[in-house]
């Protein structure tokens, strides 16, 4: 299988550490270059010492971004960057002919106006949103194969998304009412100097945040409305709890009359019993962070409860595997030919 | 004033430390003993080092639990004991004319049929929940002062009735599908040898658990339902978190129709505006358990969601002082008449 | 007991945070001004919201700092700022006859030269350092009685000098081959924005720092070598932990020859054997943070190594209370004549 | 490169879970059998939900652990047992031609006195301490190459020994008064249910334990002295910190007259240079468990002081990889023939 040449644009916070770690050691891509405006002209291992052991680490070295260089060096180009720039690079890249696999929120939201609404401004390149796949590989695996921008979905989304989709496609969820309550590891704010999130702000608390409009409802309720063929609002409280990684998501989701235990649990199979990705998981078992921190699986269980006839489903991930970095690395195993699981097992 | 003897029985665990912390520091109540069973004749300081240092903390040590003895010594006996066996010690020590605050479930049910079905056997002493009072001071502080026998309630409970029952007292709030979403830290677990919260199961790990008939659920739907006036179900999901202290609840309403921002925030200020233990928060603030830990204080802020309509309320307390031994001593306070604070500020 | 009025420049720090707490709670105390520059204008609850139930934090609001109207205001002034500041205040104060305690490094040397060796610039109050007494109460008790400036000392060196002194001033063990091995909490690091305190960066994270010259060895150096009666140097190696307060150092001393146990024993016992705040650990026992955090105690233990002839002594202390702000408290309780313990235990 | 088949007695406790992560991953291994008494009749993914997802898992099934049965089914046994019960497995296994790779101390040591002071019982199997081979690759590659037997070495041991060996051996440092200190994450405690090792006990908490004589002080002189070609006795203290992996050892260590930086400089790049896993850090760089945790690497920095003379040298390593599994699937590949870093990279 011929390697594909991958570069990563912003490589120096939490989810550009966890790309360079799956490129490493990818067996079918080839990291040629990374960027970080703040840590230009600085070594992979200067940067995140724990790199330096690798055989392949020592030739890189973090460079300013520049697109038109990029372009000429890298087949797939990933962008791992604050919200509101990404745009500045995927136009350039997109031209040159590289494929661009789009960490941020930029290019997640079909409609211009919802991402007025939610992040205040007018959409920098409102072209590239028709172009776009949002890169759910369970949902949009055919789509992904075949685009040249993925808007690879956000943290909280993933954990919300994968679980609830399959439900309200079936028509076996009511598409009202649904509340989603996360729980979110530190790293999901990023590494940023900031008072919020020092070690002894965030150790021995726990605390709600962004309630009750958090910016990635946006993606989250475009994607429910697709999935149930109508508007879907829905309630979202995040939480930021004292571990590095993970995200613990508990939905509250009202059931369809007809629906029974049986019809969840032949669901859940249909769509996800031959997923590499998705854990359904069985007997007494719940979701625990801990199982999937470092891998790009999500659990999912559920319950159903007869005292008040409402669907309890969990889910646990990685936010910075599957919630970010291993999941855009799915998305590009599936646009390049790859595996699906090259690189992710 | 004149001080009070008090004795614990069942010292030797989370609550229990809590609990000598604050009787030792209580300006009018003196500890005369402690038990526990599996550390008689121990020193307070070989079980807890920390109270070592503590000039009333010499001549404490734990003895075999023995309620004649005890009723000889104590004006007032807590009960810091495994759910179950408090009715035990409760019966000869009424009878002996001393005031029981008891930490466990045991009489915290009026109905033992509700006991049974959630305790799996019948109660032990059913003539004494019609004599106990349940021990929240913000909602029965006039019977707590004539009550002989408390029944001091739980930390998931307190943390979802505080912020529920002036809520659904006023009529507010719809009495049903009422979501209560909580977050404890790893002592709730107490403090028993298992390898579930171990610190390598439970560090780096966010997990739910008892999903979804928890059995705090039968206190809390009683007095949701008395708060009512009507029978009340609730949706309940308890999350294990890796902190040693603190729950955080965070609760989703519906609304009666004519309920807007303002009469919520009139109710609250009027129910709990001069509460010492319950703090309002206002502007942007959120709760946040490390704002309370160690505290008798239960947080609370909310947010009506103008998109969903659905009223978010969130509260925070320390799972072993206002969820545990700080309420207990409170009730005390009320049931001796020393002023409720005493000790707790 | 007539109250003192004290104030505490530089409050909105950890140190800053914990002597509020202490304060407020003083029985002969009265908090009456803090400040902050950065925080100027907020009440104390907007900066620190758990202080918000106090009933005496209502009036408090953080002010830009001004040594005039200050000296006006308070009897005793704390200074909790950063190092190389505290002179501009402290000067002012004195004029006016406050006595000043101050948590900085600023006032704790005796010599100019090691000062500006280690802080690489001329002290700017070099008078004061005569006038200053290094407030150490278990050592300088009676010089801080009288003394109107006092520089307490770091935490650091309190977990080493405790435990050493003695053993120096009673010839037990050599001036020689001093080494201490030290954890900290993060807290020690001050409440700064900086990527290297975040908590995903220190969380599942222990290192040394500061390897092999910290500024905190000049203080060390010259209280030993009193201790002594000639100079000692010695080896010192602080690491960073991940937990919020608590410091745990390990010394390695190599005994004078006619050392045994029982010698060392006596000399701990009559040095502290009533001291409130230094506990003697007897038995199996060991030092463990856990059990100093929240206190203003120091726990000590120490092993004869029959192998290698060597004395281990180990001390935990939490370094905002016995390292910073309770030991502060201490040196005020000493100055203003109140019982030592008061508002510490 | 043909492929072994491998099995682990004792696959149940945290060293046996990362052995299985690296052999369901290692690609020349092929992981036949996994034992557990306790766990004996459950699958995998029951004992370890995070390997669910694995393609390799879905076969594995713990069994009774039988020396006969597994001699016929394995070429290499890794015994991740509790000390003094690896010898029962491991003369079986070794009579039937297999492999023998022992993560316990039961075969570390050369000398049965040695064994009998430390461990305080007769060697079960004293003639097999003269062919086991002391499983540190960098020191003893050649031995381990043509070994049956491997002890491999435990994790306060590897953490110590590789930075002190090859500067004992180059005589630049002086076999006397070597001083170790370290710190362990609670994983090291292993996977048992004992109230020390609870999440709250170690949370917030730093303690020494096992002072002054811990059992690994003798396999860790043992191997000094051998290096040093004359008896070595050392001071060794550990300490428990809330981490789940990682060790940081400080050694401090007395230079020979004629060592200057120069020449440790040369000495370590001379031994460690060119090897995959052990990192010489440079600059400014200090070890950091961060750095290690889930990678096969020990770091090494140190640092000359110039005031005391002494050389301060700190290693940081996984202890369940470096310091157990990784360590032993790095002797496997030796031992096989399969490149040194397969399976580790």
Request: glycine letters at 6%.
């Amino acid at each position: 299988m011929k390697s594909k040449k991958v570069a990563i644009i912003g490589a120096s916070g939490y989810s550009g550490e966890v790309l360079v770690q799956l490129l490493l050691n990818h067996p079918h891509a080839e990291l040629v270059d990374i960027t970080s405006r703040q840590n230009a002209g600085q070594t992979l291992a200067q940067v995140f010492p724990k790199f330096a052991s690798h055989p392949k680490s020592k030739a890189l070295r973090f460079s300013e971004p520049n697109a038109e260089l990029l372009a000429k060096q890298a087949d797939v180009v990933f962008l791992a960057l604050p919200h509101g720039v990404a745009a500045e690079y995927a136009v350039p890249l997109l031209n040159a002919g590289c494929v661009v696999i789009d960490l941020s929120a930029d290019f997640r939201l079909k409609s211009v106006d919802v991402y007025k609404d939610f992040y205040a401004h007018d959409h920098p390149a409102p072209d590239l949103l028709k172009k776009s796949v949002y890169g759910l590989p369970e949902i949009y695996r055919d789509e992904i194969k075949k685009s040249l921008l993925i808007a690879s979905p956000g943290c909280y989304p993933t954990s919300i998304l994968l679980p609830t989709i399959p439900l309200l496609k079936a028509g076996l969820v009511k598409p009202t009412g649904i509340i989603a309550d996360s729980l979110s590891g530190v790293s999901g704010a990023g590494r940023k100097a900031e008072v919020d999130y020092l070690f002894c702000e965030c150790n021995e608390s726990v605390r709600p945040y962004g309630v009750p409009k958090h910016r990635h409802l946006s993606e989250i309720e475009e994607q429910l409305s697709l999935a149930a063929g109508t508007k879907v609002m829905i309630q979202f409280t995040p939480h930021l709890i004292p571990v590095n990684r993970g995200i613990l998501t508990t939905l509250y989701l009202e059931l369809v009359k007809s629906t029974d235990a049986e019809k969840i649990s032949a669901c859940y199979k249909k769509v996800y019993g031959s997923e590499p990705f998705v854990r359904l998981l069985e007997g007494k078992a719940l979701p625990d962070t801990k199982n999937v921190v470092g891998t790009n699986v999500c659990e999912i269980a559920w319950r159903l409860d007869p005292r008040t006839g409402r669907l309890i489903v969990m889910s646990a991930e990685d936010n910075l595997v599957k919630g970010a970095s291993g999941q855009a690395v799915q998305s590009m195993n599936l646009v390049c030919g790859f595996p699906e699981t090259a690189g992710l097992i």
